[in-house]
């Protein structure tokens, strides 16, 4: 077994209180309280692995399983939302070449860290997903792609992944089923793109974690340009549920557009931030005071990112007339993306949040398209110019021609990701800019902040 | 046969052709950078936007093949703001010093800047440093800020030259282009990512800093420094001086590449090397004058019928057209049976690939087409060895020699002066001035030099090749043509005998 770790001294796991709160509905998270959940006999235990043999001892027809997922309508938690029986169902079934699946756990957005609890705790549900998976695309191969940092988590995957190996459910015949299986572990090196489902595979290549051209889609041409099925790690913990209730009783669960429950990792200004799982469909309200403990120290809401960084920004009212699942969270104009939830409260600086995320966007930008290697320091550059009182008021222009130009004109999303919150902060919180210009030294626009070098 | 519709147009374009190209063809220009048709395709630059009806997403042109029903507008105001925003994005790290680039005058950014520009740039913050004048090795100087990091050099070494020698380091705006470990470049095709570099992000050393291209004309030829027979564009100014050769499309040859050893083959036309006036024993005189000088004692020979006496030096990078007139003035119209070579036959046959590219082992550019030319002529070569035995045995008074401008020729003739007996009366014709001193007693004609040539030449696919040249650099320096028809008209001219002095 390689010690992927072994460097590490002191890796221990997210510290994160897991208790029960009153209003969450867990399914994935049933047992995730239970010591030692992350082995495999306890798992067992706790019918682990049930799923993988009703699945591999009664042979089950690959079509009736993706039609099993299908009717689940479970989907894709990593953030886009995709149909997960869909995008299994794109891959060819007709094809000479090796078939791959890909679990993302390159959980890399600002606010969310939902997989890390499955990884360091729920490891085997993972696993029994994704050998699933694999049968149902016909895989031999499986990678989990976990994100560099994520230390201890991957000392307990690969723990987990040994132990799969000796009770059999790796390996060759599985389970007697003549389903041989490989599962591999891999970890990134610290790169935010190299969560989108491209530049994973790019990466896992070997190659620099560029996203690559669309079409071809992986589907169809994905990793060593094999057919390829990328899944979040959520996503893929979701499939055993569903093969053991069935896909009627998970489709029962939540609202008739999103299914099932959701993972929602909370972080901001709330009395309680953690990992919760809730019914899809609840309202925010409800989740804010009875799941999450309320606003901390009684303050009020005042903006609230649902579903990681980049997702546009909710004021207070959207956010606590708005229920939790996508449709909901879209008529609000953001989305639920991978359910990273940070709440502000009112002594928050949106323009220095704001600052703060273009950063890193820029940090990560990958640098392949223009418009998002050039937008994205531009875009971060013009807000610096904010925080530093030496914004125009023309600069509130700019910055939004600037993403509106840089939104939908790339490669992959990562342009859109800071875009799309750049113009929601504008629209929705205009008077936090104001705030700026009011103090700005340089409000008229020859602006003292000229300088071109070159 | 696809029909697409493009702004509105039908059209029939080949089925699978790339949408850039497609449109290039119907005159339609599709702005683009990362785009080459000799390389993969990359879709980074975002600049070749299109829209497609009931799209509300622009697609980029690039990463479409045309098919029957394929539907795009190239000109819509959406398409146009999407592209001028683009450009604007290539711009705002750009550091704009064109004054000082050498790319000004064929640079991407500036004829994209002048058609679909944002005039009026609203960048007002610091613009990201980087390295500028980086030295790439011999023959490539890179600036990193003016670099729009469209990839395509690093595309080139990594599908054409396949050393994948350059790479993008970094992330995000910081990214660069670099070798391994800051190294320098080995790769012998290498300049071709200057010609690909749609800005002056790679420069070429020996062009650099010589010359505004705006000054400059193009014209077709073929290169000289192999059998490959690379089509290239010779870059020359007034034609009075070459600056630079580029690689020019052919699939059936070169595609769009050309090697690094092939470039400066251009030089030995240039004044330098150039032998700019016929000579008689280092005395200048007017070529019109050699060429009778030259008749009188050829006459002599011919009259007293010892044309047995007289030889002469060819060798297969003339043209097919010289070969033919050598053969047909000298043996058929003067009756003169001494033709001695390089050994054509062996090039051919030791002729092979050196680098799975391009590159080919015969040096010499027109040994098909001189064997063709020989054997139609049916005209009986010597070797080196034979011509120089007969030299040593003092049984050639007049020798004629082609010199040719390849150092590769120089070896010969070097070989050739120390075999010649001092009253042999030889004539040199050449363009290249180190053959005129290395025969410096001898009558020297200059001769064109291979890019200002007007003619044939085959490669080793027996591909027979234009060189498409309309310019003169020197007066005195004629074609081989015309100093033998001017020969041959002295021949006819009615003379007075003249006794062998």
Same mark, same amino acid.
């Given at each position: 077994?390689?010690?992927?770790?072994?460097?590490?001294?002191?890796?221990?796991?997210?510290?994160?209180?897991?208790?029960?709160?009153?209003?969450?509905?867990?399914?994935?998270?049933?047992?995730?309280?239970?010591?030692?959940?992350?082995?495999?006999?306890?798992?067992?235990?706790?019918?682990?692995?049930?799923?993988?043999?009703?699945?591999?001892?009664?042979?089950?027809?690959?079509?009736?399983?993706?039609?099993?997922?299908?009717?689940?309508?479970?989907?894709?938690?990593?953030?886009?939302?995709?149909?997960?029986?869909?995008?299994?169902?794109?891959?060819?079934?007709?094809?000479?070449?090796?078939?791959?699946?890909?679990?993302?756990?390159?959980?890399?957005?600002?606010?969310?860290?939902?997989?890390?609890?499955?990884?360091?705790?729920?490891?085997?549900?993972?696993?029994?997903?994704?050998?699933?998976?694999?049968?149902?695309?016909?895989?031999?191969?499986?990678?989990?792609?976990?994100?560099?940092?994520?230390?201890?988590?991957?000392?307990?995957?690969?723990?987990?992944?040994?132990?799969?190996?000796?009770?059999?459910?790796?390996?060759?015949?599985?389970?007697?089923?003549?389903?041989?299986?490989?599962?591999?572990?891999?970890?990134?090196?610290?790169?935010?793109?190299?969560?989108?489902?491209?530049?994973?595979?790019?990466?896992?290549?070997?190659?620099?974690?560029?996203?690559?051209?669309?079409?071809?889609?992986?589907?169809?041409?994905?990793?060593?340009?094999?057919?390829?099925?990328?899944?979040?790690?959520?996503?893929?913990?979701?499939?055993?549920?569903?093969?053991?209730?069935?896909?009627?009783?998970?489709?029962?669960?939540?609202?008739?557009?999103?299914?099932?429950?959701?993972?929602?990792?909370?972080?901001?200004?709330?009395?309680?931030?953690?990992?919760?799982?809730?019914?899809?469909?609840?309202?925010?309200?409800?989740?804010?005071?009875?799941?999450?403990?309320?606003?901390?120290?009684?303050?009020?809401?005042?903006?609230?990112?649902?579903?990681?960084?980049?997702?546009?920004?909710?004021?207070?009212?959207?956010?606590?007339?708005?229920?939790?699942?996508?449709?909901?969270?879209?008529?609000?104009?953001?989305?639920?993306?991978?359910?990273?939830?940070?709440?502000?409260?009112?002594?928050?600086?949106?323009?220095?949040?704001?600052?703060?995320?273009?950063?890193?966007?820029?940090?990560?930008?990958?640098?392949?398209?223009?418009?998002?290697?050039?937008?994205?320091?531009?875009?971060?550059?013009?807000?610096?110019?904010?925080?530093?009182?030496?914004?125009?008021?023309?600069?509130?222009?700019?910055?939004?021609?600037?993403?509106?130009?840089?939104?939908?004109?790339?490669?992959?999303?990562?342009?859109?990701?800071?875009?799309?919150?750049?113009?929601?902060?504008?629209?929705?919180?205009?008077?936090?800019?104001?705030?700026?210009?009011?103090?700005?030294?340089?409000?008229?626009?020859?602006?003292?902040?000229?300088?071109?070098?070159? | 046969?696809?029909?697409?519709?493009?702004?509105?147009?039908?059209?029939?374009?080949?089925?699978?052709?790339? =949408?850039?190209?497609?449109?290039?063809?119907?005159?339609?220009?599709?702005?683009?950078?990362?785009?080459?048709?000799?390389?993969?395709?990359?879709?980074?630059?975002?600049?070749?936007?299109?829209?497609?009806?009931?799209?509300?997403?622009?697609?980029?042109?690039?990463?479409?093949?045309?098919?029957?029903?394929?539907?795009?507008?190239?000109?819509?105001?959406?398409?146009?703001?999407?592209?001028?925003?683009?450009?604007?994005?290539? =711009?705002?790290?750009?550091?704009?010093?064109?004054?000082?680039?050498?790319?000004?005058?064929?640079?991407?950014?500036?004829?994209?800047?002048?058609?679909?520009?944002?005039?009026?740039?609203?960048?007002?913050?610091?613009?990201?440093?980087?390295?500028?004048?980086?030295?790439?090795?011999?023959?490539?100087? =890179?600036?990193?800020?003016?670099?729009?990091?469209?990839?395509?050099?690093?595309?080139?070494?990594?599908?054409?030259?396949?050393?994948?020698?350059?790479?993008?380091?970094?992330?995000?705006?910081?990214?660069?282009?670099?070798?391994?470990?800051?190294?320098?470049?080995?790769?012998?095709?290498?300049?071709?990512?200057?010609?690909?570099?749609?800005?002056?992000?790679?420069?070429?050393?020996?062009?650099?800093?010589?010359?505004?291209?705006?000054?400059?004309?193009?014209?077709?030829?073929?290169?000289?420094?192999?059998?490959?027979?690379?089509?290239?564009?010779?870059?020359?100014?007034?034609?009075?001086?070459?600056?630079?050769?580029?690689?020019?499309?052919?699939?059936?040859?070169?595609?769009?590449?050309?090697?690094?050893?092939?470039?400066?083959?251009?030089?030995?036309?240039?004044?330098?090397?150039?032998?700019?006036?016929?000579?008689?024993?280092?005395?200048?005189?007017?070529?019109?004058?050699?060429?009778?000088?030259?008749?009188?004692?050829?006459?002599?020979?011919?009259?007293?019928?010892?044309?047995?006496?007289?030889?002469?030096?060819?060798?297969?990078?003339?043209?097919?057209?010289?070969?033919?007139?050598?053969?047909?003035?000298?043996?058929?119209?003067?009756?003169?049976?001494?033709?001695?070579?390089?050994?054509?036959?062996?090039?051919?046959?030791?002729?092979?690939?050196?680098?799975?590219?391009?590159?080919?082992?015969?040096?010499?550019?027109?040994?098909?087409?001189?064997?063709?030319?020989?054997?139609?002529?049916?005209?009986?070569?010597?070797?080196?060895?034979?011509?120089?035995?007969?030299?040593?045995?003092?049984?050639?008074?007049?020798?004629?020699?082609?010199?040719?401008?390849?150092?590769?020729?120089?070896?010969?003739?070097?070989?050739?002066?120390?075999?010649?007996?001092?009253?042999?009366?030889?004539? =040199?014709?050449?363009?290249?001035?180190?053959?005129?001193?290395?025969?410096?007693?001898?009558?020297?004609?200059?001769?064109?030099?291979?890019?200002?040539?007007?003619?044939?030449?085959?490669?080793?696919?027996?591909?027979?090749?234009?060189?498409?040249?309309?310019?003169?650099?020197?007066?005195?320096?004629?074609?081989?043509?015309?100093?033998?028809?001017?020969?041959?008209?002295?021949?006819?001219?009615?003379?007075?005998?003249?006794?062998?002095?």
């Amino acid at each position: 077994m390689i010690k992927h770790t072994q460097h590490y001294k002191n890796i221990r796991p997210m510290y994160v209180d897991l208790t029960p709160q009153p209003g969450e509905k867990r399914l994935l998270m049933e047992h995730v309280q239970v010591p030692n959940i992350h082995t495999l006999p306890v798992y067992e235990s706790k019918g682990g692995y049930q799923a993988l043999k009703k699945v591999l001892e009664s042979k089950m027809d690959r079509e009736t399983l993706i039609k099993e997922v299908q009717g689940s309508a479970v989907r894709g938690r990593g953030g886009a939302g995709f149909p997960t029986g869909n995008k299994w169902n794109f891959v060819p079934k007709n094809t000479d070449k090796p078939h791959y699946l890909l679990c993302n756990a390159d959980e890399s957005e600002p606010g969310t860290f939902k997989d890390r609890v499955i990884l360091e705790h729920l490891p085997h549900m993972m696993i029994e997903g994704m050998i699933i998976g694999s049968y149902a695309i016909q895989a031999a191969r499986s990678y989990v792609y976990i994100r560099g940092e994520y230390t201890y988590a991957t000392e307990i995957v690969d723990r987990a992944i040994q132990e799969a190996y000796k009770a059999g459910y790796l390996g060759k015949n599985i389970l007697g089923s003549g389903f041989d299986h490989e599962m591999v572990v891999h970890r990134g090196a610290g790169a935010y793109i190299c969560g989108e489902e491209t530049g994973l595979i790019s990466s896992l290549e070997g190659k620099k974690g560029w996203p690559k051209l669309k079409p071809p889609f992986p589907a169809v041409e994905g990793y060593l340009r094999c057919p390829t099925v990328v899944n979040n790690v959520e996503t893929l913990a979701c499939v055993p549920w569903i093969i053991n209730h069935g896909a009627e009783a998970y489709a029962k669960i939540g609202t008739p557009k999103s299914t099932g429950t959701k993972m929602w990792s909370v972080s901001g200004d709330v009395t309680r931030p953690g990992v919760y799982e809730v019914e899809n469909g609840i309202p925010f309200k409800d989740f804010l005071e009875k799941v999450c403990g309320g606003m901390k120290g009684g303050r009020k809401l005042k903006a609230l990112i649902p579903g990681g960084s980049s997702a546009p920004i909710m004021t207070a009212e959207e956010a606590m007339s708005c229920t939790l699942d996508y449709e909901s969270i879209a008529s609000k104009g953001s989305m639920l993306g991978s359910g990273g939830m940070v709440v502000l409260d009112d002594s928050r600086d949106l323009v220095q949040v704001l600052k703060n995320l273009a950063e890193f966007y820029r940090e990560e930008s990958c640098g392949q398209c223009t418009p998002c290697r050039e937008g994205t320091g531009w875009l971060e550059k013009i807000l610096h110019s904010f925080t530093e009182r030496q914004a125009r008021r023309e600069d509130l222009q700019l910055l939004k021609t600037t993403s509106q130009n840089m939104i939908g004109r790339t490669i992959c999303v990562l342009a859109d990701s800071i875009a799309m919150p750049v113009l929601s902060y504008l629209e929705k919180f205009p008077g936090e800019f104001e705030n700026y210009l009011q103090g700005s030294s340089n409000t008229s626009s020859m602006s003292g902040r000229v300088k071109h070098n070159g | 046969m696809a029909k697409v519709k493009i702004n509105g147009k039908d059209f029939e374009v080949p089925t699978g052709q790339n =949408l850039v190209d497609a449109a290039e063809n119907l005159g339609i220009d599709i702005p683009h950078y990362c785009y080459h048709p000799g390389l993969s395709i990359a879709g980074q630059c975002r600049m070749c936007y299109v829209e497609q009806p009931g799209n509300s997403k622009l697609q980029i042109a690039c990463n479409m093949k045309c098919s029957d029903g394929l539907e795009v507008i190239t000109d819509s105001p959406k398409v146009k703001d999407a592209v001028k925003w683009s450009l604007e994005f290539h =711009l705002i790290n750009h550091p704009i010093d064109c004054p000082i680039c050498d790319q000004a005058g064929e640079c991407g950014l500036q004829d994209y800047y002048m058609e679909v520009g944002k005039y009026s740039s609203e960048m007002r913050e610091h613009k990201q440093i980087k390295q500028k004048a980086v030295d790439l090795g011999e023959k490539i100087v =890179l600036d990193k800020e003016r670099c729009i990091l469209c990839g395509r050099c690093v595309r080139f070494t990594q599908e054409v030259s396949k050393t994948s020698e350059l790479g993008i380091y970094n992330r995000g705006d910081r990214s660069v282009i670099g070798t391994v470990n800051d190294e320098v470049m080995k790769d012998n095709y290498q300049v071709n990512t200057v010609d690909i570099c749609p800005v002056g992000a790679l420069t070429s050393k020996d062009f650099r800093f010589e010359q505004r291209v705006w000054f400059l004309k193009e014209v077709s030829s073929v290169c000289n420094g192999c059998s490959a027979g690379c089509n290239v564009d010779t870059h020359h100014k007034s034609g009075k001086h070459i600056y630079r050769l580029k690689p020019r499309y052919n699939p059936e040859v070169n595609e769009y590449w050309m090697c690094d050893d092939g470039r400066p083959t251009y030089k030995t036309a240039n004044y330098d090397h150039r032998l700019t006036a016929a000579k008689l024993g280092g005395v200048e005189l007017p070529t019109n004058e050699a060429v009778t000088t030259w008749m009188n004692d050829l006459r002599t020979l011919i009259a007293t019928e010892r044309t047995d006496e007289i030889a002469a030096w060819i060798h297969p990078d003339l043209t097919s057209e010289e070969i033919t007139s050598i053969v047909k003035t000298l043996r058929d119209e003067f009756g003169i049976s001494q033709f001695y070579s390089e050994d054509a036959d062996k090039s051919a046959r030791d002729d092979k690939t050196v680098d799975q590219l391009l590159k080919r082992a015969d040096l010499w550019c027109n040994t098909q087409g001189f064997l063709k030319v020989t054997s139609a002529l049916k005209l009986k070569l010597g070797s080196l060895n034979q011509l120089e035995e007969r030299l040593a045995q003092a049984k050639i008074n007049h020798l004629v020699i082609f010199g040719s401008e390849k150092n590769v020729g120089v070896q010969s003739l070097k070989r050739i002066r120390a075999a010649l007996p001092a009253d042999c009366f030889t004539v =040199l014709i050449s363009p290249r001035l180190q053959n005129a001193e290395l025969f410096s007693h001898s009558l020297a004609i200059p001769s064109i030099s291979h890019y200002e040539k007007n003619g044939t030449i085959m490669n080793w696919k027996k591909i027979e090749q234009k060189l498409g040249s309309d310019f003169r650099m020197f007066k005195s320096a004629w074609s081989v043509e015309e100093i033998l028809t001017s020969l041959s008209q002295e021949y006819q001219r009615p003379q007075k005998e003249v006794s062998r002095a």
